[in-house]
């Protein structure tokens, strides 16, 4: 849903003129519609993560359904999921416009003159950082969801020719790496976002190879990265230890909760575990499990997916630290 703020003015100004009030602003232009004075701007600033999804300024010649006397048009807009930041940069360059060449403002969503009520609460760069990997990973999930086959009852002779279950099999490991990716990426956005983290890392380095050394000087690679690559995250064993010397998270005992799904309660670590143990032969014993069917994929699905929510309620629950982006913008 889209957030709207206008601007409309009785002065034509030119183009060269809006130009010197937004783009020091941090405005970029976009493209040229089909008439010259007609323009629309980007604001979306990654520094920071200040911006989740920018917003927008549309400058339009008045028309028919514009109040009367109105020659120039200046529409403000940002679309749902939008942070803090970008509502303050959408209702700033109305204000600065306004500044320079007078004009009435008018929010639709108010029906009234007014600016637009910032309520979107300002989360930390660390916070946008690490929900982003949250957004990906729940994305990850439905992508493997939406690709699930069914299976016949009869597999034939040969299991092999049955492509239902050789897509299935073969997304279980997707699953798997899905979550795995997520512990890393997450871990490393952690990281780069706490200074104090990375000076512990430091402290603990007694020794660093040259070729490391040499990626970290460059700029190559983090010390974040460089310190995730010790760890191995499709283990749990070696997340979990990852997580509590430099986050404080024990992993195990986040997910030591249980699930139901279907009329079975099982805990959610130990559905992980024989999902890790059952990539494991499926990537380096060649085993083919004829009874992944569609169903039993979604459970793993949605273990899977409550495995990443119980970590994102431990953050908030114990350090108030926002990370599901859904449910804060």
Request: proline residues 3%; positive net charge; hydrophobic residues 35%.
């Amino acid at each position: 849903m889209s957030i709207d703020l206008f601007l409309r003015c009785k002065r034509s100004p030119r183009i060269g003129e809006i130009e010197r009030v937004i783009l020091p602003l941090g405005w970029v232009k976009q493209q040229h519609c089909s008439d010259r004075e007609e323009r629309i701007y980007r604001w979306f600033h990654t520094e920071n993560y200040e911006s989740i999804r920018g917003c927008w300024l549309f400058i339009r010649r008045a028309g028919e359904s514009d109040p009367k006397f109105t020659k120039l048009v200046f529409h403000a807009y940002s679309n749902a999921g939008r942070s803090h930041e970008d509502y303050a940069a959408q209702n700033g360059v109305i204000k600065a416009l306004r500044k320079a060449f007078g004009g009435g403002i008018y929010n639709p969503q108010e029906g009234k003159q007014s600016y637009l009520v910032n309520d979107i609460p300002k989360l930390s760069p660390a916070e946008k950082a690490c929900g982003f990997k949250y957004i990906d990973f729940q994305h990850n999930l439905n992508r493997a969801s939406l690709a699930l086959s069914d299976i016949s009852e009869k597999l034939g002779w040969d299991p092999t020719l049955n492509i239902g279950l050789i897509r299935n099999n073969t997304l279980l490991p997707f699953v798997v790496a899905s979550l795995e990716s997520f512990f890393k990426e997450f871990f490393i956005a952690y990281v780069e976002t706490h200074p104090n983290v990375q000076e512990k890392i430091y402290e603990k380095k007694s020794k660093i190879e040259y070729a490391e050394l040499k990626k970290l000087l460059s700029g190559e690679k983090t010390i974040a990265q460089h310190e995730a690559d010790n760890y191995t995250f499709q283990n749990l064993y070696s997340a979990s230890n990852a997580y509590k010397t430099y986050v404080g998270v024990d992993i195990f005992k986040v997910l030591d909760r249980r699930k139901k799904s279907g009329t079975k309660v099982r805990v959610v670590r130990d559905v992980i575990m024989e999902m890790l143990d059952l990539r494991h032969r499926i990537i380096h014993a060649a085993h083919l499990e004829t009874s992944l069917d569609r169903e039993r994929m979604l459970i793993y699905i949605s273990y899977t997916r409550k495995a990443g929510q119980l970590f994102v309620d431990a953050f908030l629950s114990e350090r108030q630290f926002r990370i599901d982006l859904d449910e804060w913008v």
